[in-house]
C-alpha cells in the first residue's frame, strides 16, 4: 500500500553519503553515492512522498498544472551570443553579478526555516491529511528554506546560496568584480487582498507558494543558460576545467530545485480540487479560488518581470561598456546580437 502520510523527521531524513559534497573550498549540503551519483540533502523521504501525493490526485481526475518553463514568454537576457560576446571583450560582470544575485536570493529562502505555517485542514472541507497540503507545516516548508539558505541546525553545511557562489568562483576566480547590488524582492509585489474569501493569513502563504514556484521555473531557464556557457569551450578559456566543474555545480542545484518545483506544483493543483471554508461561511471551489490568481501571477513573471528586468540588465551592460575603449561600438554590436534570439 502506497505510504501518503509521514512524520517531519521522516520528511527531513537524508541518503546515507559515501562521499561529503566540498567544492572550492565550500563544505556544502548533499553528497555522493559509492558509484559517485550526487545526492540531495533530505529527499530519503521527500520524493517519494511528493510523487506519491501527485500520483493520488492525479488518479482522482485533477491535472498538475503546469509548472515548466513553457510557461515563460521571454529567453534569458543576456541571451547566449551576448553572454559569449561580454565574456570575449573581457566584461564579463554582468554575468558575475547574476550568479552573486542569485546566491544571495537563494540565501533569504531560508525565512521558509522560520514560517509558522498553519494548517490548511482548518479552512480545508476535505480530509488532507494524506496530502501535500496538509505536510506543509510538517517539514516541507523547513526542508525547502534548509535547501535554499542553510538548515539552521546544520550551520557548518552551506546550500544554494554558497553553491552559486562556488560556481560563480570556479568560473571567474574568487572577488574578480565587487559585489553587485541586490533586488529587495524578485516576487509580485503585494496587489491588496486577492483572497478575501480566506483568512489573511492563509491567502499570504498561498500567494508565497504560487510566487516561489514561479521563481522556481524562472530558475529552471538560469540553469540551462548558465551550463551552456560554463560549457562552452569558448568561454573561459584560461579557466576551462574549473568552468565545467562550475557547470556540474549547478546541475547539483538543478538537482536539489526538481524538489522544490514537485511539492509545490503538487500542492497548488491539490488546492484546486479541494473545497475551502469562506471567513463568511461560504463553500469556495478550489479552482475558482485559485486559478484566476495563478494566472496572474504566471504572467508577472513571465512578461512584467521579465520585461523590466531584461532593461535594467541592459542599462547596466550599456553603463558597464561606456567604461572601455570603444564603448559605445561594443554596445552596439551586443544589441545586434539579441535580434539573433529574437528571430529565433
Partial sequence: MTKLSYTRDELMASHVYARPHEEA?????????????????????????????????????????????????????????????????????????????????????????DLDAPDFQTIIEDDISETCTGHLHKGLLYAHGADEGGDPAAPEFGAHDQMWYAARDLCFGKDRYPLPEVPENIGRPDAGRLMPQLPAGFEQLILMLMNVLMIEVRAESFFAFCCEIMRDPDAFPERREAARLAAEMVERIRTDEAIHVGYLQTTISEMRSFTFKGIDGSRVKGSDLIDPIWEGMVHWHAVTQADFGREQTREAIRTGLAKTPDGAGLFAEFDALDDIQKAA
Fill in 25 to 113: 573550498g565550500y563544505k556544502l549540503h548533499g553528497g555522493f553515492l559509492a558509484d559517485g551519483t550526487y545526492v540531495s540533502p533530505r529527499v530519503l523521504n521527500r520524493w517519494p512522498a511528493v510523487k506519491a501525493w501527485a500520483a493520488q490526485l492525479e488518479a482522482k481526475g485533477y491535472p498538475l498544472i503546469d509548472a515548466t518553463v513553457q510557461l515563460l514568454k521571454r529567453g534569458n537576457y543576456p541571451n547566449i551570443p551576448q553572454e559569449k560576446f561580454l565574456l570575449a571583450h573581457g566584461a564579463g560582470q554582468s554575468f558575475w553579478n547574476s550568479l552573486t544575485i542569485t546566491g544571495v536570493i537563494e540565501a533569504r529562502g531560508r525565512m521558509l526555516c
